[in-house]
């Protein structure tokens, strides 16, 4: 149900290893991932289009990806994703970058405003001409939630046994170190 429609230049491809440029997977992702290599096939204006998703039954809605952009300084490109709640006819830009975002590292953008509509859409665009990479995988929409994870940190202060006194960095890397 993925689409792809290519303005000029080079598309959008899947791989489900290391693609003839000789790039691997390096979104973090897994399985087949969507790659545009414009610094070694050429330029590029092209859109990946994800198959339509309901989210008649949502109240909130965000899309979520793994994510690999580099770009290059002197010949830079411009990637976006966009978000249609009309099947295509309208589109809302709601991420947009034009410095390397490296991986690994999961990309998550609101969509709520897509919630409560049938033919909701994405599309990731890519703009360059000879301008490196970028990588997609594990793309998801919908309700995502963040859940709770074990571990994490605790806040609070340190004070002096005796004094009560809060403690200053540089006395707790003494503490530790006599420790």
Not at 90 to 108: A, F, K, L, M
């Amino acid at each position: 149900g993925w689409s792809v429609d290519t303005v000029s230049g080079v598309s959008w491809k899947v791989y489900t290893g290391v693609e003839p440029c000789f790039i691997e997977n390096r979104t973090g992702g897994s399985g087949p991932y969507a790659m545009v290599n414009s610094g070694c096939e050429g330029p590029a204006d092209t859109f990946l289009v994800t198959p339509t998703m309901d989210l008649s039954d949502r109240t909130s809605a965000a899309i979520q990806w793994a994510n690999d952009y580099i770009t290059d300084q002197f010949e830079p490109s411009v990637v976006s994703v966009d978000v249609s709640d009309d099947g295509g006819s309208n589109w809302t830009n709601v991420w947009t970058r034009e410095s390397n975002v490296p991986s690994p590292g999961d990309q998550i953008v609101d969509m709520s405003f897509a919630a409560g509509n049938a033919n909701v859409a994405a599309r990731f665009h890519y703009q360059g001409f000879f301008s490196r990479t970028w990588q997609v995988d594990d793309v998801k929409g919908g309700s995502l939630a963040c859940a709770v994870t074990p571990g994490g940190l605790r806040v609070g202060t340190v004070s002096h046994a005796y004094t009560g006194a809060g403690l200053t960095e540089q006395a707790i890397v003494y503490w530790e170190k006599a420790g």
